[in-house]
């Protein structure tokens, strides 16, 4: 199998230099028996694709390099695909606007993306980038786009149906190496991402920024699994305004948030005036604490964010939920009292403060829950058995 790899390598190498020899975009690399930078036998990849990839069920590969999809390439891995990348904050797989990436895995036998270093750690690598033409905030007009954080890559669009592929049993480990103190990678990166993309049964896995972060775009994902993410585990902002189905989070000894969900993006100014904030809808969610004594908070929502919550568990917190508004104005707070943001059904175990409220708004508890201990969370012991790490 890895002699007929090497053939299909060689020929899309030699294909890139027939056609774009006059510019300066990197091949697609693929060998056999490359060492990895760390002595291992596998097929290495990286470069830009300049024809459709297949990864072989159940092969190793080393990631030497950004691996870019780019428009009109399909990236496809099969399941039980490992791939070990090389240590660098510029070491991740990219999936441009107009790309398509096909990872389906199964419980059984999962793809997993992970740390090529010897004795791994957080931030080793990258991560997984996935960039689509739905709709986002932080710029105005229909077709306009932003730029990614990772690869200065092009997000963001009109077309809320857009279609960037299917992840399923995936788990990414080790990512969330930085650039530079404003440029950081996750676990998965999921920018102007459209509801015609599948992700579903996805886990990242002791990350050094976020797990998953959404950077406005309208795609639903559900069966997602956070563990040890040493910043926010779920993080949205630019406009988010998808379903979050069956969540679990659980925090490790390094840990910030286990949601921070922004209405648009912080960094860059309130473009509340392009029409719309981030809206999520998150159902059947458990975030795993490491308990109240500690100064932590389960969910900070800022900067006018929207967000609906049924079914919730939140156990081991300083704080519940956090509202925040930025520099006086009443943007998040107005979403409780409209009724768009709120809590149905949740159960508090070791909280020591359910709301703090900092916005400008006025309400109380019972504005902002209901169903006070009838939240059962997600059945995580169920959904995650035989694919995700501990």
């Not at 960039?131 to 986002?136: D, E, Q, V």
């Not at 077309?159 to 480990?173: A, F, K, P």
């Not at 779920?234 to 988010?240: I, K």
């Not at 004594?293 to 939920?321: K, M, Q, W």
């Amino acid at each position: 199998m890895k002699k007929n790899l090497l053939l299909t390598g060689l020929t899309a190498v030699a294909m890139f230099f027939a056609s774009c020899s006059d510019d300066d975009t990197s091949q697609i690399n693929i060998t056999n028996g490359g060492d990895g930078g760390n002595g291992n036998q596998d097929n290495v990849i990286g470069g830009t694709l300049s024809e459709d990839l297949t990864l072989t069920a159940n092969e190793t590969y080393t990631l030497s390099s950004a691996l870019i999809v780019p428009t009109g390439r399909t990236l496809t891995i099969n399941e039980g695909v490992v791939v070990k990348a090389n240590a660098g904050s510029d070491v991740y797989i990219a999936v441009q606007q107009g790309a398509t990436i096909n990872a389906s895995g199964s419980a059984s036998n999962p793809i997993v993306l992970t740390s090529n270093v010897a004795t791994p750690n957080a931030g080793d690598w990258g991560g997984l980038i996935i960039l689509g033409r739905a709709p986002i905030n932080s710029v105005a007009g229909g077709d306009a786009t932003s730029t990614s954080e990772i690869g200065n890559l092009p997000y963001g669009g009109s077309i809320e149906n857009d279609n960037s592929g299917t992840l399923r049993y995936v788990r990414v480990e080790y990512s969330g190496g930085s650039a530079d103190a404003s440029s950081e990678n996750n676990g998965f990166s999921f920018y102007g991402v459209g509801s015609g993309t599948t992700i579903e049964y996805i886990q990242a896995f002791e990350g050094k920024d976020d797990g998953v972060e959404f950077f406005g775009g309208t795609v639903n994902a559900s069966f997602i699994s956070v563990v040890g993410a040493q910043d926010d585990s779920v993080d949205w902002t630019e406009g988010y305004t998808g379903s979050l189905t069956n969540v679990y989070v659980r925090h490790g000894v390094d840990h910030d948030k286990g949601i921070e969900g922004d209405g648009f993006n912080t960094d860059i100014g309130n473009n509340s005036d392009s029409g719309f904030f981030s809206a999520p809808n998150i159902t059947n969610i458990t975030i795993v604490g490491r308990g109240s004594s500690n100064e932590n908070e389960a969910i900070r929502l800022r900067a006018g964010t929207r967000a609906l919550f049924t079914n919730v568990e939140l156990s081991g917190f300083a704080e519940a939920f956090d509202l925040d508004d930025e520099d006086g104005e009443n943007i998040t707070g107005s979403g409780v009292t409209a009724n768009e943001t709120g809590v149905t059904d949740i159960l508090f175990t070791d909280v020591t403060l359910r709301l703090k409220n900092d916005t400008g708004a006025e309400f109380t508890e019972d504005d902002f829950f209901s169903g006070i201990d009838n939240g059962t969370g997600t059945d995580y012991d169920t959904w995650s058995a035989g694919w995700v790490r501990n």
